[in-house]
């Protein structure tokens, strides 16, 4: 999560004579990354488990704790609030809340408000930070969300008929017009607010309705002040594609103790810049306020965590400078953890954290890894799974990766995810088939004859044996897949052979039908019955293999068998047949191989229409072969295949 931070906004709650370098540079070092300072505006990259800084107030608290511990005083100048008077009940609005969806749920009414520009010190803030200035009221929304990163909504009051609130989740169909104008219709889930006459006036953490949007004509303001359930904000922000800079907050889980901070800060820039009249009540229904939790840490667990023995007062001040408190107790230290940290510090280890960054990582001590070498994995797959890969790109393949994560369509008896970012992600693939087509397709620009293979898991479902048959987890196998586009089949099916011998597996071919593949253009390719792979052409054009990463890992050797260099030279000659249609060239030459003993070696090397001519070695272990002895074995050859195929002689001119 990136933010920007105007200096002189920052300097408003961070009291410091540091420059803006310095700030830059001790935070990074120590807390958020600053990417860079331009113009006098920071740019900083927040991490997502601390929301809690996503605002220049977050960033001032930061640093008040960080640049005392390299030597720069500064302290930080807490938000001035006015008076304020929480009841959970006013006479100017009835609320009916799901505590379940809304933490905290927060509202006043003000009244004759004047609707004007903004001044321009609170224009040129905002759009330092990037966000376009409107009218007063709106800018006095976007300016608190980012002073105190708690984001801030206002409803023209009047347009809330029966000045009633009721808060829920939403029905699968209902249909919302937000502000920028979009109608929605809603998955069911939702954070929604009606009205007294059940309109739907706002997409909770969202986006506001578009029917109680402030305009011109808008003299009372509801201003707006919420802690959202983050699971119900994320999903919706994702279902309906509203990426909104109040939703990126509230999914995050944003601190409920800080509404009190927005709330008052609305109603002082209300009265300020719009001379609004607030009521002196102020709506909050906050059944659970948050109690500090409790998490303890002994100083051996700390030392022996950071290799360095720090004194308790240096952990008392580092702590109570980011807003712990500290009980000592012996060598046990009991901190409470406040509340804008509460999302992110639970256990000692995130004690320890906190403990070293403002200490310092270069300061704690460097030692190198003792101890013996780790011994190499017995039986990895490693080194095998780079040898595929390096004899896939040695035939001109392109190694690919794509997403596990495919649709429905694509993976119809696969598992399907219990929070899915989308249609096209619901399910854990099953095979890399649909995702290699998907990348061959989006290069179908290309004429050249090409070659795409990605070797990743794919998810398998099994039942548990418990009762109720509820999915185990899936059995994850590694296959290697491979897509080949402009290509011949006999020179694809060339590379997958070509891949076994490299790799000595002696598997043999068998042909046979298979679904989403064309009639009479498929194989599996088995040893020992076992079946390794399959290759074949798909329906849709394109020719695929598919291979059982460990089964091929099992079958192959990394020494093949080899053979003494013939003494005698063979005799080479070509032969020409032409065969009935549907011939497998495969089996002839396996024919011809296993009938005559002493043809060493057989190959095709040449189609024209409808002649296929071989290339034959004659060759006798003990003796060079005579002219007689080679028209003998031809003639045999030639009429052993015009019996077995139904081939005949073929003359080329």
């Not at 954070?191 to 004509?217: F, P, Q, T």
């Not at 995050?252 to 810049?273: A, M, S």
């Not at 667990?301 to 952990?315: E, N, S, V």
Request: with cysteine.
């Amino acid at each position: 999560m990136d933010i920007k931070i105007p200096d002189n906004w920052l300097r408003d709650f961070l009291k410091t004579k540091a420059t803006s370098s310095e700030i830059a540079k001790y935070l990074s070092l120590s807390g958020p990354s600053v990417e860079k300072v331009e113009e006098s505006v920071y740019f900083i990259e927040v991490t997502t488990n601390r929301v809690d800084i996503a605002s220049v107030v977050g960033i001032a608290r930061e640093a008040a704790a960080i640049l005392p511990q390299f030597g720069v005083k500064a302290r930080l100048q807490p938000v001035k609030l006015p008076v304020l008077k929480f009841l959970e009940k006013v006479d100017y609005l009835e609320a009916e809340v799901n505590q379940a969806l809304c933490q905290r749920f927060s509202a006043v009414l003000i009244k004759n408000v004047q609707i004007r520009q903004s001044p321009d010190w609170m224009k040129d803030r905002l759009t330092a930070v990037g966000v376009r200035p409107i009218n007063n009221v709106v800018d006095i929304s976007n300016y608190v969300m980012h002073e105190l990163g708690q984001p801030v909504h206002t409803f023209d009051y009047d347009k809330i008929r029966g000045a009633k609130m009721i808060l829920r989740e939403s029905k699968k169909g209902e249909r919302l017009t937000t502000l920028d104008g979009k109608t929605h219709t809603l998955p069911g889930g939702d954070i929604v607010i009606e009205d007294g006459e059940g309109r739907l006036i706002d997409l909770a953490g969202i986006m506001g309705g578009e029917n109680s949007a402030v305009d011109e004509s808008t003299k009372n303001v509801l201003l707006f002040v919420q802690t959202y359930n983050p699971v119900n904000i994320r999903q919706t922000s994702m279902s309906l594609a509203q990426r909104t800079e109040a939703a990126v907050l509230f999914e995050k889980g944003i601190d409920p103790e800080l509404v009190t901070d927005g709330i008052g800060r609305g109603i002082e820039l209300f009265v300020k810049l719009a001379g609004g009249k607030p009521e002196s009540q102020i709506l909050d229904i906050y059944p659970a306020p948050y109690r500090a939790r409790k998490v303890e840490i002994n100083t051996d667990f700390l030392t022996a965590r950071l290799g360095a023995q720090l004194p308790k007062d240096k952990i008392t001040q580092i702590l109570r400078s980011l807003g712990f408190e500290t009980y000592w107790q012996g060598k046990t230290l009991e901190v409470l953890v406040p509340s804008h940290r509460a999302g992110d510090i639970s256990i000692p280890e995130d004690i320890v954290e906190e403990v070293a960054r403002l200490y310092g990582y270069h300061n704690l001590p460097s030692e190198l890894m003792q101890g013996v070498l780790p011994e190499p994995l017995a039986d990895a797959p490693f080194g095998f799974e780079e040898k595929i890969k390096s004899v896939l790109k040695g035939f001109g393949g392109v190694e690919v990766y794509t997403l596990s994560l495919v649709s429905r369509e694509e993976a119809p008896t696969g598992l399907k995810l219990k929070n899915p970012l989308g249609k096209e992600s619901e399910y854990l693939r099953t095979s890399l088939s649909a995702s290699l087509v998907a990348a061959a397709r989006q290069n179908a620009g290309e004429k050249e004859p090409f070659h795409l293979f990605e070797m990743a898991n794919v998810y398998l479902p099994r039942r548990s044996k418990a009762k109720g048959g509820i999915p185990d987890l899936p059995n994850e196998k590694m296959m290697l897949g491979g897509i080949f586009a402009n290509s011949s089949y006999r020179e694809a099916k060339g590379a997958v052979e070509g891949l076994t011998n490299e790799l000595n597996v002696k598997s043999e071919m068998f042909s046979e039908d298979a679904a989403h593949y064309l009639p009479n253009r498929h194989i599996y390719l088995k040893v020992k019955g076992r079946i390794l792979g399959e290759f074949g052409e798909l329906s849709y054009g394109y020719l695929y293999y598919q291979f059982d990463v460990e089964a091929l890992r099992q079958a192959h050797r990394e020494i093949g068998s080899f053979k003494p260099l013939p003494k005698y030279p063979a005799q080479i000659e070509d032969l020409t047949f032409s065969f009935p249609s549907r011939t497998k060239i495969g089996e002839v030459i396996a024919f011809v191989l296993s009938k005559e003993k002493l043809v060493s070696r057989m190959e095709l090397t040449d189609i024209y229409k409808d002649a296929y001519t071989f290339r034959l070695w004659y060759q006798h272990p003990s003796k060079t072969l005579t002219d007689s002895e080679v028209e003998k074995i031809r003639e045999d050859i030639i009429k052993s295949v015009k019996e077995k195929f139904g081939a005949y002689m073929k003359q080329l001119a």
